[in-house]
């Protein structure tokens, strides 16, 4: 069965300061990876999604994420973080048992900037 | 406008009481699902539905049932609502023709239960 891990539950950086969020997952075959954010009071809203192809993906609000197949990670970053990114950040994998492709979120990360 | 609309946003139900979370949408997907968001155990699906004539039971679904009245709408009962079935419920869906399933979430709808 597939599964996600953000080891991290909160994760506290000053304005302006680089972030890296982790995520690991588990699944026995090349995987469907997703950021997923959710602001105060809102739905999730997708960050950005790697198929296949470069690693290194591009996303939304300047946020990148690296797939690292060796490592089973996917880790989201962006090198200068503003006030307005606090929020609940969601990984996801998705699988395709039977080609289903429902995601499993991970438990997220909080992020909080300190001004 | 919202392109997944659910209603209520919030409700405060009483313990054994029967209540109904609607959900309907405009981005023509197949695909609805209704997940629940509980602090420190992320989202987890309850039910899912690939189309009006299929729904199937999530990780949770004990206590909930749901109806597919309509390719846009998708309803999650609560029968016999308990105080640990509060909650944020989350309503989405999905184009299942698109490789990965990006999944489209509505803004939510608070539900405790006394």
């Known amino acids: 069965a597939q599964s996600v891990t953000q080891p991290d539950i909160h994760i506290t950086v000053s304005e302006g300061a680089s972030l890296e969020l982790r995520c690991n997952y588990s699944?026995?075959?090349?995987?469907?990876l997703f950021w997923y954010v959710q602001s105060p009071g809102q739905g999730l809203q997708l960050l950005l999604k790697?198929?296949?192809?470069?690693?290194l993906v591009q996303g939304i609000k300047g946020f990148e994420a690296e797939f690292k197949r060796s490592q089973s990670s996917f880790n989201l970053r962006k090198p200068s973080v503003h006030w307005s990114d606090a929020a609940e950040y969601f990984c996801a994998v998705g699988a395709a048992p039977g080609g289903s492709y429902i995601p499993t979120f991970g438990r997220g990360t909080s992020l909080i900037v300190h001004p | 406008d919202a392109d997944v609309t659910q209603t209520p946003r919030n409700r405060i139900t009483k313990t054994g009481k029967r209540i109904m979370l609607e959900c309907s949408q405009t981005?023509?997907?197949?695909?609805m699902y209704w997940y629940r968001q509980d602090p420190g155990l992320g989202l987890r699906l309850i039910y899912y539905s690939f189309d009006v004539k299929d729904i199937n039971k999530g990780e949770i679904s004990d206590g909930y049932s749901v109806s597919r009245q309509a390719q846009a709408k998708f309803s999650l009962s609560l029968e016999s609502a308990i105080p640990n079935q509060t909650a944020l419920y989350f309503c989405?869906?999905?184009?299942?023709?698109?490789?990965?399933?990006?999944?489209?979430f509505g803004e939510g709808s608070w539900l405790t239960v006394v």
């Open positions: 989405a869906t999905s184009d299942g023709d698109s490789i990965g399933n990006t999944i489209y």
């Open positions: 790697y198929f296949s192809g470069d690693t």
């Open positions: 981005k023509g997907h197949d695909r």
């Open positions: 699944y026995g075959a090349t995987p469907y």
